[in-house]
Nanobody
Framework: QVQLVESGGGLVQAGGSLRLSCAAS????????MGWYRQAPGKQRELVAE???????GYVDSVKGRFTLSRDNAKNTVYLQMNSLELEDTAVYYC???????????????WGQGTQVTVSS
């Protein structure tokens, strides 16, 4: 029932910017951490950024100073503003969120379908 819908991916030149959005919908009681992973071909999926329900964000070292994570709790949406994009940022980006769907039930991590980000020279 819970769904994470991502948008904002695309092709951009190195040095450019993109803004990814991820909106959660469905039977939601509360959303705890939300974040973004990415996976390039032949490489392991890595955590890019994560944000708590209170707005505290953390980032992998390679994107610090370039990416900014934010969320709009009223819209159940998380945003990843990506500036100064580099070739190495090319990957499929996956939204993830820990969501409680019923009181008394543990949070469960949900995933979006992934959105392609391609950075060209």
């Amino acid at each position: 029932q819970v769904q994470l819908v991502e948008s904002g991916g695309g092709l951009v030149q190195a040095g450019g910017s993109l803004r990814l959005s991820c909106a959660a919908s469905g039977s939601i009681v509360s959303i705890n951490n939300m974040g973004w992973y990415r996976q390039a071909p032949g490489k392991q999926r890595e955590l890019v950024a994560e944000i708590t329900s209170g707005g505290d964000a953390g980032y992998v070292d390679s994107v610090k100073g370039r990416f900014t994570l934010s969320r709009d709790n009223a819209k159940n949406t998380v945003y990843l503003q990506m500036n100064s994009l580099e070739l190495e940022d090319t990957a499929v980006y996956y939204c993830t969120a820990k969501i409680r769907t019923h009181w008394g039930v543990a949070d469960y991590r949900y995933w979006g379908q992934g959105t392609q980000v391609t950075v060209s020279s």
